[in-house]
């Protein structure tokens, strides 16, 4: 059943308005309007400060027991409060695709209205063994920005012993809690550390745990980092293969580096700041 869209709330940041035929509140219209007017003037406007610095803190999590994210393919995953972000990450409060669009109601909705983490972990260990599932669309590793939070950590591994969980991170785990990551990894959670540039793609690499990175929005489909390491490009943008068919994320041993091309609102401002490719 189709949910209906709450006409109470502003479509960005998704805070109460006046219902009469309003998409956004009048912040939010005079930044979109500015936006395509003048880009430049635009950032001027964005503090960087972070995705929703506005939100209650504490650790909350939506669950999307099937996602309808096409490039998803209809997994369970999951939304994590912004509050685990770290301020590292080259696209915290600069371009981050969940800070705009439909996206940002949904990351508001789980710092306001998500799941205590007990109840996250009963619906992670509730999955069926050997299914595929996706932790943070939009958010963190818990512990509050650069802060990883070793217990809810080892909680997290725990409740998808048996699964194929995959995540995304923009923390930098030492080199204990790097081990116990590699070590998990063939029991059901795969932890991909993310990188900004190739060049920075090769010295996560080095640490042996699979790495991410984001390239240009016109990058060929496969590559090389600076030190010589394999980059494909995610399969689903280069052969429509959803998630769901594809699991390359979620295989714990792979020695190739996956390249999500920039995409969404700022796809041209991030493409920008990338390494040039490496044949």
């Given at each position: ?105 949904h990351w508001r909705r789980a710092a306001e209205e998500g799941l ?40 997290l591994i725990g409740a998808s012993f048996g699964k194929r969980g ?89 020695k190739a580096v996956v390249g999500f091309r920039a995409h969404g ?15």
């Amino acid at each position: 059943m189709k949910r209906k869209r709450r006409r109470d709330r502003c479509l960005q940041c998704n805070k109460p308005i006046d219902p009469e035929g309003l998409r956004q509140c009048d912040p939010c219209r005079a930044r979109i309007s500015l936006f395509s007017k003048d880009r430049a003037a635009y950032l001027a406007t964005r503090v960087p400060r972070g995705p929703l610095a506005d939100v209650p803190p504490g650790l909350r999590v939506s669950w999307i027991p099937r996602s309808l994210n096409r490039k998803l393919g209809g997994i369970p995953a999951c939304i994590v409060t912004p509050t685990t972000c770290p301020p590292s990450c080259g696209f915290y409060g600069q371009g981050c695709y969940a800070e705009f669009g439909p996206m940002i109601r949904h990351w508001r909705r789980a710092a306001e209205e998500g799941l205590e983490w007990p109840a996250f972990l009963a619906k992670v260990r509730a999955l069926p063994a050997g299914r595929l599932w996706r932790y943070a669309i939009a958010g963190d590793l818990p512990g509050v920005g650069e802060e990883l939070d070793g217990q809810r950590l080892a909680e997290l591994i725990g409740a998808s012993f048996g699964k194929r969980g995959f995540a995304f991170t923009h923390k930098r785990p030492g080199p204990f809690v790097s081990a116990v990551l590699a070590a998990a990894a063939p029991s059901g959670f795969v932890v991909n550390l993310s990188a900004d540039s190739l060049e920075q793609a090769d010295e996560l690499a080095a640490g042996g745990l699979p790495v991410a990175v984001v390239v240009p929005s016109d990058h060929p489909q496969r590559s090389r980092t600076p030190e010589g390491r394999h980059v494909v490009v995610c399969p689903a943008q280069t052969h429509d293969l959803d998630c769901a068919r594809c699991g390359l994320c979620a295989v714990a041993g792979r020695k190739a580096v996956v390249g999500f091309r920039a995409h969404g609102q700022f796809a041209g401002e991030i493409s920008k700041r990338m390494l040039p490719v490496v044949p």
